[in-house]
């Protein structure tokens, strides 16, 4: 009898747990790559991949040496499968967090960074930060995708 109570007690914990997996979504592949722009890494810049009939975009800010991974549902779980639209969005202002301030101070700070950045423009050409206009593309496969974008003038 133990060990049917074990075995039933297993088979709820598997149902359970799978029952907490989306079922819905559209199936996603890891991307990740390089983004750089005059053939310098471009560290702080938002990467988006648009597809064009997935529920949302995938998402990701470059590091210091320009490198990212994209994010869709969960962090680091990549793109929707399929062709994308990229975009790149590189503000020209970013004022730097400080540590200890208070919710509402940041809140306000990341109005104001928000309002200055838009009106100090971008730090690259404005046409990549709109997928209509960058002339970037991509095919997310299965598998792990490395997309290396080269921006210029």
Known sequence: ?????????GLLAVV?????VPHDRPETAPVS???????QPLAGAEVRFYPPRAPRFAIAT??????????TF???DG????????AVLKPR????????????????RAHEAAALAEQAGSAIPERYGDPATSGLTAVVKRGANEVNLALAD
């Open 1 to 9: 009898m133990p060990a049917r109570i074990a075995m039933l007690t």
């Open 79 to 86: 793109a929707v499968l399929g062709e994308h639209l990229v």
């Open 93 to 108: 202002v970013i004022p730097p967090a400080e540590p200890g301030m208070r919710e509402d101070e940041a809140y306000h």
């Open 16 to 20: 359970a747990a799978c029952s907490r």
């Open 74 to 76: 969960e962090p680091g």
């Open 33 to 39: 790559g390089l983004v750089t722009y005059q053939g």
């Open 62 to 71: 470059t590091d210091a040496e320009g490198r990212y991974t994209l994010s």
